[in-house]
């Protein structure tokens, strides 16, 4: 199997259990929010799978917070450098998991009842739509950061990983940090999403009676508020296709969300 060449890195390490292959969702920055699971379960005969141990990579933040990272050839993508703020990745074990033919399950889960609402759900607020095809995967990740200087080595730091620019998503489980001399140290422990690869959903609103125009497209009814009057409307159906591979370069400025995200899970707790 050929490396993805294109991918997206995640702004944070996000747990397996957030983020499935077949997945739709609106933003791919944020995968674990606003999204669709469909029920048509994903089986090891449906993805491949390429593992690497001892797994190294050089992540950098940019200013606005979000990672790029330079991976190694398990990867197969390659994310600019833009600052020197540099943080270190160690895991034991890295894997990648892909689907096998994405086009095939595509048109199996939009067949779905309730992906089909979700679907018709964005397509009335005309959202963007992505659907997971590969998910890149560390085992117990290690980051390191640089510091400039330690005034104490070996202390233990009990705060967010988010503290000091390590990433992991809330439901993530981090270890303490640990300060060095000359940098400190956080570990996300089991498995977790460091990044994924999505396509584009392409989808459209069009009269039953006309001509697709979507290749590949499956299309269903589109639900719609009737205009009063003695004209008889002509249903509308949605038809929709998968579309391109979608890379960190063609999401523009698309935030991540998170910070909303967090704080619904608040309320949540309280």
Not at 53 to 79: C, N, P
Not at 190 to 211: A, C, F, H, P, Q
Request: a negative charge; charged letters at 25%; proline letters at 6%.
């Amino acid at each position: 199997m050929s490396p993805p060449t294109k991918s997206v890195l995640l702004p944070k390490v996000f747990p397996l259990s957030l983020v499935n292959l077949g997945q739709l969702l609106p933003n791919p920055l944020n995968p674990s929010f606003s999204s669709c699971i469909p029920e048509r379960p994903i089986t090891e005969d449906d993805y491949s799978k390429l593992e690497e141990s001892e797994y190294t990579a050089t992540l950098t933040l940019e200013k606005s917070g979000k990672l790029k990272a330079s991976f190694t050839k398990l990867f197969g993508a390659f994310f600019g450098v833009r600052t020197v703020n540099t943080i270190g990745l160690y895991a034991r074990t890295a894997f990648h998991l892909e689907l096998i033919q994405p086009d095939a399950i595509f048109r199996k889960v939009v067949q779905e009842s309730e992906v089909q609402a979700w679907l018709n759900e964005m397509a009335q607020y005309h959202k963007p739509v992505y659907f997971v095809v590969g998910l890149q995967v560390i085992i117990d990740g290690v980051f390191k950061q640089r510091i400039d200087r330690s005034e104490e080595a070996g202390i233990s730091m009990h705060v967010p990983l988010e503290a000091v620019g390590l990433p992991a998503h809330g439901s993530a489980q981090a270890t303490g940090l640990v300060k060095g001399e000359g940098y400190v140290e956080g570990k996300v422990l089991g498995e977790n999403v460091l990044g994924i690869l999505v396509r584009k959903v392409n989808y459209k609103i069009r009269n039953s009676g006309d001509r697709p125009t979507l290749v590949e497209e499956s299309v269903w009814k589109y639900p719609y508020e009737r205009v009063k009057g003695d004209r008889e409307e002509e249903a509308l159906v949605l038809e929709v296709s998968i579309g391109d591979h979608v890379g960190d370069d063609d999401l523009g400025g698309m935030s991540d969300g998170l910070g909303e995200e967090d704080d619904e899970d608040d309320e949540d707790e309280d």
